[in-house]
């Protein structure tokens, strides 16, 4: 899982109130393992969308990179 922006790459400070937007989604294999992935913006770039449901259009368009990344790593 990612820790970090996934455009700036900027780790969310742990004294913000809100540190960061996120979204986690579910996701299953091929072969029918089930796992999440949660993919994060922080604040700077996360304002930038109107409501939540920009926030996690946009976040689906990342998410094919992290979950091959993190299905590699998960089951190597």
Known sequence: ??????DCNVRPR??????CYSETF???TIDG??????????L?????????VQLRRYL???LPAYATSTVAVAFS
């Open 33 to 42: 393992g089930r796992f999440t992935v949660t993919l994060r913006l922080c």
């Open 1 to 6: 899982m990612p820790d970090r922006c996934v």
């Open 44 to 52: 700077a770039c996360g304002s930038r969308f109107a409501d939540r």
């Open 60 to 62: 689906c368009t990342k």
């Open 14 to 19: 742990p004294n913000d109130v809100v540190p």
């Open 26 to 28: 579910p996701m299953t």
